[in-house]
Each structure stands twice: as C-alpha cells, then as structure tokens.
Nanobody, 123 residues
Framework: QVHVVESGGGLVQAGGSLRLSCAAS????????MGWFRQAPGKEREFVAA???????SYVDSVKGRFTISRDNAKDTVYLQMNSLKPEDTAVYYC?????????????????WGQGTQVTVSS
C-alpha cells in the first residue's frame, strides 16, 4: 500500500507562485508514475502534470510554460512548481501514483491518491 501526502497549498495573488510537494511511502517510488490533478468546485477532476517512472513529463496545455513537475527519487517526493498563477488555477490539487506510464491523463488509472491541498488564487 502506497501512502501519498500533499502539502504546500495556500492563498496567493494572481501572478504569484506556489510549490506543492507530494511525499510517497510504502512502495518503490522510482517505479511509479506520479501525477498531479486538480478539481475546482462543480467541475470534474482534471489532469495537470505527470512525471513518468522513465523520466518523461506531461502537462495539460493550460499550464504549459507556467507549471513544472519534478521528482526526487532519493526523497520519494514529487513537486509541482506553479508560477504566474491565475484565478482559474484555483482548485484542490491532488497527487496520485500509478504503475505504468503509457497513459497519464486519466485519473481512474491511478492506484493511490492523497487527500488534496487547496490552492486559491485571488484576482
């Protein structure tokens, strides 16, 4: 069983930055694809970014050039650096882990989820 815990959310003004962290335990972290998702009120959970076990990265178009996902396998942690934040980035952000890496955008393919961390961007 893999346990995933997010941290780093908060309130920030538009144009500001936040860094989310996600610590995983209970498995071989380097073998997992790690993904970030977000869910705004009344909306479906949306893929944001993923770091595949093999090293490649993926992003949703709306965050390309603003968000950066990275991982530290020695610390069993994945990060999401969010710059140039916009009010539409406001959501609960979730970290998730899965075995396999062919498709990273579908939340139902992820096996383990964190509890989420709130990100609020004020205009």
């Amino acid at each position: 069983q893999v346990h995933v815990v997010e941290s780093g959310g908060g309130l920030v003004q538009a144009g500001g930055s936040l860094r989310l962290s996600c610590a995983a335990s209970g498995g071989t972290f380097s073998s997992y694809t790690m993904g970030w998702f977000r869910q705004a009120p009344g909306k479906e959970r949306e893929f944001v970014a993923a770091s595949r076990s093999g090293g490649s990265l993926s992003y949703v178009d709306s965050v390309k050039g603003r968000f950066t996902i990275s991982r530290d396998n020695a610390k069993d942690t994945v990060y999401l650096q969010m710059n140039s934040l916009k009010p539409e980035d406001t959501a609960v952000y979730y970290c998730a882990a899965r075995i396999g890496s062919a498709v990273v955008e579908l939340p139902n393919l992820y096996n383990y989820w964190g509890q989420g961390t709130q990100v609020t961007v004020s205009s």
